[in-house]
């Protein structure tokens, strides 16, 4: 008989936990401080934070490839380029509505609860909506773009024919928009998250790194790959 091995995890559950609720938080606070500028008038640097809190939510969902991750992976190497890079981020972003499809399946409501079906049906579609509206205006690039504008929305811009304020750059109406799709998906993973839903979440990757074996992890893992590259096509295009 075989001898089965069991995987050595990147790191501790403990770990991956310290940083959903740190990413969890701050992008409730990045959201509130955009929402702030917003009222009072400063729009270019609330389209600013507002990016910043997309960037968060992307780096929480390459938190969660921690939760079954080696060290030499490409769940492990995801992780650190979310940590260097902004364009990394924000390329990640678009896979956040698959993290927070895991993360509805973790509440005792997900398929027994007719409302909450309801409600997460809505929120996500209203997602997909905002998200679709930011993509219309960036046109090409999607939200990698988006980075362009964050920095627009800080600094001054020069050119030959002289310089730039952000309040002139950045259109109200697009920072605006911007801000609504930070705001739905925060608060749709402080609605998947919170009433113990993260301690159910972590509960369920333990019992998983308890149960799998290195060569079932792998598996999984390539059934996974196919099931992407099916609705997305070839990640490395």
Same mark, same amino acid.
């Given at each position: 008989?075989?001898?089965?091995?069991?995987?050595?995890?990147?790191?501790?559950?403990?770990?991956?936990?310290?940083?959903?609720?740190?990413?969890?938080?701050?992008?409730?606070?990045?959201?509130?401080?955009?929402?702030? /500028? /917003?009222?009072?008038?400063?729009?270019?640097?609330?389209?600013? /934070?507002?990016? =910043?809190?997309?960037?968060? /939510?992307?780096?929480?969902?390459?938190?969660?490839?921690? =939760?079954?991750?080696?060290?030499?992976?490409?769940?492990?190497?995801?992780?650190?380029?979310?940590?260097?890079?902004?364009?990394?981020?924000?390329?990640?972003?678009?896979?956040?509505?698959?993290?927070?499809?895991?993360?509805?399946?973790?509440?005792?409501?997900?398929?027994?609860?007719?409302?909450?079906? !309801? %409600?997460?049906?809505? %929120?996500?579609?209203?997602?997909?909506?905002?998200?679709?509206?930011?993509?219309?205006?960036?046109?090409?690039?999607?939200?990698?773009?988006?980075?362009?504008?964050?920095?627009?929305?800080?600094?001054?811009?020069?050119?030959?024919?002289?310089?730039?304020?952000?309040?002139?750059?950045?259109?109200?109406?697009?920072?605006?928009?911007?801000?609504?799709?930070?705001?739905?998906?925060?608060? %749709?993973?402080?609605? =998947?998250?919170?009433?113990?839903?993260?301690?159910?979440?972590?509960?369920?990757? !333990? !019992?998983?790194?308890?149960?799998?074996?290195?060569?079932?992890?792998?598996?999984?893992?390539?059934?996974?790959?196919?099931?992407?590259?099916?609705?997305?096509?070839?990640?490395?295009?």
């Amino acid at each position: 008989m075989r001898k089965r091995i069991k995987r050595r995890y990147r790191n501790s559950l403990e770990y991956v936990e310290s940083g959903f609720k740190a990413c969890w938080r701050n992008t409730q606070d990045l959201v509130e401080a955009s929402n702030i /500028l /917003l009222e009072k008038g400063f729009h270019a640097q609330a389209l600013s /934070l507002s990016v =910043l809190a997309l960037e968060e /939510l992307a780096k929480l969902r390459a938190i969660d490839g921690l =939760l079954y991750a080696r060290q030499d992976d490409h769940k492990s190497e995801a992780f650190v380029k979310a940590g260097r890079s902004h364009a990394a981020k924000l390329i990640m972003f678009e896979m956040v509505p698959l993290f927070l499809g895991n993360l509805a399946m973790t509440d005792p409501r997900y398929g027994r609860d007719e409302a909450f079906a !309801r %409600t997460l049906v809505i %929120t996500i579609e209203n997602l997909r909506r905002d998200g679709n509206e930011v993509m219309a205006c960036l046109e090409k690039d999607a939200f990698l773009r988006l980075d362009e504008f964050k920095q627009a929305g800080f600094y001054v811009s020069a050119s030959e024919d002289g310089f730039v304020a952000p309040r002139e750059r950045i259109d109200h109406s697009f920072s605006e928009m911007v801000h609504r799709l930070a705001w739905r998906a925060t608060s %749709t993973v402080d609605f =998947l998250l919170k009433n113990g839903n993260l301690k159910r979440y972590m509960d369920t990757g !333990r !019992r998983i790194r308890a149960a799998l074996s290195e060569e079932q992890h792998e598996e999984l893992e390539r059934v996974g790959k196919e099931l992407f590259s099916q609705t997305f096509g070839d990640p490395s295009d």
